[in-house]
């Protein structure tokens, strides 16, 4: 009882508190920005873009020249006197010494007030190296000073890049300075890296099993035909072997590959390909656990990207071995310890691939989080061999939920309704007294039915897809709350419906019209939510697009079919009243007696119809299950 009434206690509190962070509108950073958000500056307030008009902050500094290990003063400020609660700051290389959207913080803040900033470090720096800054609690502010000593060696010219908080949802993530000129003059510039988008990069599957390992997907695609692709190809120079990529993706904003150690994400490399309107880029990142952290990308060279007939297509080269120095922050009230962690991903070993893709927030490089499941290799695959592998977009419980659901709702229980309505009398014999349309067999304690036995497997598959949902998932999905609230309630129907049946009253009682009605009309509403149920599951953005067309034709196409020989089967029962009234009128009742049983009923010339239409309904019905099956099974 006390294990029961603590269980209640932590439901309790935490439902509370979920309430609580759902109405408090600025408290989720109070005590700084994390780390990880150096290089980017966004916080994501639940998919909240940036503002898309211009800063009331400005970031003042005192020279507009420095020196080598000079120190100057940068102030961030209010144009207006708007306050702000939160900052994050940082030194970047302009594009004139860099040649390119660089992601090298430079520099380190040396003093700050200590009731208003803390000071962070992000990579490639050392701890101890202070080189961003951000803020120390949500209070206004108007203004704050901070002092930046410039690196010992000469980089170039630099700005300075800081994002403002002024609430939750009003925030600008990339405010900048003006250009601070070094007095040394330019730096040679880094070799360049990243080559506008050109007609030379173009993804081809030319080679893959021979001189190249391909990653595809759909199933058996070659070339244009593939939506998403990672081919890669051993590059031997000078004794060091590197390895080359090609990326595809159908995508509006990026495509991202993985290198991961299991099936899910958590502990993987990444490498994004980023193709919006007015950038173009590839960032190195990790995925510490479901989320993924930006990180300096040094060990990528020759990058390209483009985007060609609404797909990013990029390449890139990276050495077989690549180390991530992971940060991991620990957070207290008033500070933040961080623990540098070494990530080694040599890709002589072998690794699952991955693939995800999905926007970026609005006016940024910053990356929203995935909607569509990634792709995932079926085995793990070594890159320096040419193997060829094909992409699994749905987890095998997912399919398993989709197949076992579609079974259930649309073969076996439109069977055993039609089954029901229209074929007791051709099914009339008796077996051991009971109606063969009613009954498959007969147990020694337990009488199963055609009818309701289908209907109670109907139920316990139901019951079964949901366990295998939360027994894989562990949580309610957002995403999937419309499906998976009708999906409870269809199994809701369905039991009461079984409920309902087992008290049926005799055939002789009075209350048994009342029954059939009721019955008849919790067999329909079942049905429709199972439908319904099934085509928001094929429905659900989390579907690749494809795959979503495709089964909802099926659903609709199966469930038409199952209208339609109901529709067939009601006019075949019409008919067969309308002839056999006809017939009686016409026909002395004393004729019928003389006659006997060499009179044939009207209704029975029209039984091998039936059995015609029944058989082509079984038919129809497993040919759509097999075809629905094989889309969800080479998904």
């Not at 439902?15 to 005590?31: E, H, Y």
């Amino acid at each position: 009882m006390e294990l029961l009434s603590d269980i209640r206690m932590d439901l309790t509190t935490r439902t509370l508190l979920l309430a609580l962070l759902a109405f408090r509108s600025f408290d989720c950073w109070p005590d700084g920005a994390p780390f990880k958000t150096c290089i980017n500056r966004f916080p994501k307030h639940h998919g909240q873009n940036q503002q898309q008009t211009p800063s009331p902050y400005v970031i003042r500094i005192n020279q507009t020249t420095y020196r080598p290990s000079q120190v100057l003063q940068v102030t961030l400020t209010s144009v207006n006197r708007t306050a702000f609660r939160g900052f994050q700051i940082g030194a970047r290389l302009s594009t004139s010494s860099s040649g390119e959207d660089n992601d090298v913080i430079v520099g380190e803040w040396i003093s700050h007030d200590e009731r208003t900033t803390r000071l962070q470090y992000w990579y490639p720096q050392k701890s101890g190296t202070k080189n961003c800054a951000t803020h120390l609690n949500n209070n206004d502010k108007e203004e704050i000073v901070l002092n930046w000593k410039a690196p010992s060696e000469n980089v170039g010219n630099i700005i300075f890049r800081s994002g403002f908080v002024m609430d939750f949802d009003t925030f600008w993530s990339d405010v900048q300075s003006d250009e601070i000129v070094s007095e040394l003059g330019s730096v040679s510039k880094p070799p360049v890296t990243f080559r506008p988008p050109s007609g030379e990069i173009r993804f081809s599957t030319s080679g893959c099993g021979r001189s190249k390992g391909c990653f595809l997907y759909p199933h058996n695609c070659i070339g244009d035909s593939c939506q998403f692709g990672v081919t890669y190809e051993a590059l031997r120079r000078n004794g060091s072997v590197s390895l080359r990529f090609e990326l595809i993706g159908r995508a509006d904003g990026y495509v991202s590959f993985a290198v991961s150690e299991d099936e899910h994400m958590g502990e993987d490399e990444t490498i994004t390909c980023i193709s919006t309107g007015s950038r173009n880029l590839i960032q190195h990142g990790y995925n510490p656990e479901r989320h993924n952290d930006q990180h300096h990308s040094v060990d990528l060279s020759d990058k390209i990207v483009a985007k060609i007939d609404g797909r990013i297509v990029c390449s890139f080269v990276r050495p077989v071995s690549a180390s991530l120095t992971y940060v991991q922050e620990n957070r207290n009230k008033n500070y933040a310890d961080v623990t540098d962690l070494l990530r080694t991903f040599d890709l002589a070993n072998h690794f699952y691939i991955q693939m995800a893709w999905g926007e970026v927030y609005k006016g940024s490089s910053v990356l929203k989080k995935h909607v569509e499941i990634p792709l995932v290799s079926p085995r793990k695959v070594n890159m320096l061999n040419n193997d060829v592998v094909f992409g699994v977009g749905l987890p095998a419980y997912l399919k398993a939920h989709a197949i076992l659901a579609y079974f259930a709702w649309i073969f076996l229980t439109g069977c055993a309704m039609i089954l029901a309505r229209h074929y007791r009398q051709i099914l009339s014999m008796k077996f051991l007294g009971i109606a063969l349309w009613f009954q498959v067999n007969t147990l020694p304690r337990y009488q199963i039915t055609l009818h309701r036995g289908s209907m109670f497997a109907a139920t316990v598959i139901t019951a079964v897809v949901i366990i295998i949902m939360f027994a894989s998932l562990g949580e309610w999905s957002v995403i999937a709350t419309n499906h998976a609230i009708l999906g409870l309630t269809t199994l809701a129907v369905s039991i009461v419906q079984i409920i309902f049946g087992v008290l049926r009253p005799g055939l002789d009682s009075g209350r048994r019209p009342l029954f059939n009605y009721f019955h008849r009309f919790l067999a329909v509403t079942s049905q429709t939510l199972a439908v319904a149920t099934l085509i928001l599951g094929a429905r659900l953005e989390l579907v690749p697009v494809d795959l979503r067309y495709s089964l909802t034709v099926i659903i609709v196409v199966s469930v038409a079919s199952l209208l339609l020989f109901e529709i067939l089967l009601e006019f075949v029962r019409l008919y067969v009243i309308i002839r056999t009234a006809a017939y009686t009128t016409r026909v002395d009742d004393s004729q019928l007696q003389m006659e006997g049983d060499k009179k044939t009923s009207p209704s029975v010339s029209m039984d091998p119809l039936k059995s015609f239409v029944l058989a082509v309904f079984a038919l129809t019905a497993f040919a759509s299950f097999i075809v629905f099956s094989a889309y969800v099974g080479i998904a």
